[in-house]
């Protein structure tokens, strides 16, 4: 909201702001009883929601001030989330206004998500644009250096560093990770490396936001490390690149994150690097943080559609394509750079139909027996694990004729 409020300001358009980061607490008493009043006034929904900020807005002196609504980042009505669990009560912005306009904004919404969004505000109009950003280079990476693996026991974060300094060599660039514990690990290597950093996420007081987000603006740092809190209204044009460390919750997730990227209309990228051990991380934290199993079954499904984004590049398929699809969109024109699919160099697909399907019923044979043994029941092994009934399987053996390394 600070840098929302900095830009109108700027623009000579009287506004203000309330909420945690606002210090001027009478301004909550007084902005809506002013003679001046303010054009714009910007307000989270975690003041608005407090019962008497709530009674001040609704009243019938103050309401009648009032000539519009928007609710930005809408989508967030529609998600479970933990760090703003207040915008799901903007679902019942109408019934406080029912006679003040009220829009709904996000730059991602499915097609389910428009419908919800739809019935909150009773039949409205709906403009739909498109997800889009043909300027931004996306891509999925992943760090296979076991030795410096971004995510080991020890909160290593070497090998993860040292892609993202391949990746923005001198641009600025924005890095998110979904784990706040994170974010001290990940701004050692990077500053270990000589890239400067602030860092942000929803724990932080309000004084210490205030100090990082005004040291990204003011480029006195390469590179901001933070959670999702951080990004919402940001307007920073210089960002030139946008890296994940690893699989995003969501599509929604990913796409906001990476059109932070390239508001200057030039080139950029979006980058998620990722590792095998990503997927032991979000387990271990449903386990540890989520008992509502109906919402973990949730968050657990939507983690399987953002691994669409790795299978993506691993059999050699347009990322910008299947990102498009989610939204119910096509590929009408190609970017100039399109992906790290599409931009890399040309594989050598080899059919394997055949040992995929042998696979397959390899696994439901065998249950919850580890790669290795599923590699030796496919190559025929005698080995004294396997049972008389293993060996009458239809796919024992179905893989004598490749080696184990295969």
């Known amino acids: 909201m600070q840098d929302q409020h900095a830009i109108l300001t700027a623009m000579g358009i009287k506004c203000t702001y309330l909420g945690s980061a606002q210090v001027d607490k009478t301004l909550e008493t007084s902005v809506f009883q002013s003679q001046d009043p303010h054009r714009i006034i910007f307000v989270t929904p975690e003041w608005l929601f407090r019962d008497v900020n709530l009674k001040r807005v609704v009243d019938p002196a103050a309401a009648k001030t009032v000539t519009l609504i928007a609710v930005d980042e809408a989508h967030l009505i529609c998600e479970w989330q933990s760090f703003r669990t207040n915008y799901k009560d903007l679902e019942t912005i109408k019934q406080h206004f029912p006679t003040t306009p009220v829009m709904f904004l996000t730059a991602t919404a499915t097609p389910s998500m428009v419908e919800k969004l739809k019935a909150c505000l009773h039949d409205p109009c709906v403009w739909k644009g498109t997800v889009n950003r043909p300027k931004i280079i996306l891509d999925v990476q992943e760090i296979t250096d076991k030795g410096h693996v971004s995510k080991d026991s020890r909160g290593n974060y070497t090998g993860f560093a040292n892609s993202v300094s391949k990746i923005i060599k001198k641009?600025?660039?924005?890095?998110?990770?979904?784990?706040?514990?994170?974010?001290?690990?990940?701004t050692q290597a990077l500053n270990e490396l000589g890239i400067t950093c602030a860092h942000y996420h929803g724990d932080l007081d309000a004084r210490s936001k205030l100090s990082s987000c005004r040291q990204w603006t003011n480029g006195e740092v390469q590179v901001m490390v933070a959670t999702k809190a951080f990004g919402m209204g940001l307007n920073n044009e210089n960002v030139r690149h946008v890296i994940r460390n690893g699989v995003p919750p969501n599509i929604n997730t990913w796409v906001q994150e990476l059109g932070r990227a390239g508001r200057n209309g030039q080139a950029a990228t979006a980058t998620i690097l990722y590792s095998e051990s990503d997927v032991q991380n979000v387990l271990g934290w449903l386990r540890d943080h989520l008992r509502n199993r109906v919402v973990r079954d949730t968050i657990l499904s939507e983690y399987d559609t953002s691994w669409k984004l790795v299978y993506c590049k691993l059999a050699g398929k347009c990322i910008r394509k299947m990102l498009l699809e989610y939204y119910d969109e096509e590929l009408q024109v190609g970017a100039e750079s399109c992906c790290g699919v599409c931009d890399g160099p040309e594989r050598d697909l080899i059919p394997c139909t055949k040992e995929a399907r042998s696979l397959v019923q390899a696994v439901q044979a065998l249950g919850s027996k580890g790669e290795c043994?599923?590699?030796?029941?496919?190559?025929?092994?005698?080995?004294s694990?396997?049972?008389?009934?293993?060996?009458?399987?239809?796919?024992?053996g179905a893989g004598r004729d490749h080696s184990l390394e295969w």
């Open 373 to 383: 043994k599923v590699s030796e029941f496919l190559r025929g092994s005698n080995s």
């Open 171 to 186: 641009d600025n660039a924005i890095v998110y990770t979904d784990f706040i514990a994170d974010i001290a690990s990940i």
């Open 385 to 396: 694990w396997l049972t008389e009934q293993n060996k009458e399987d239809i796919s024992y």
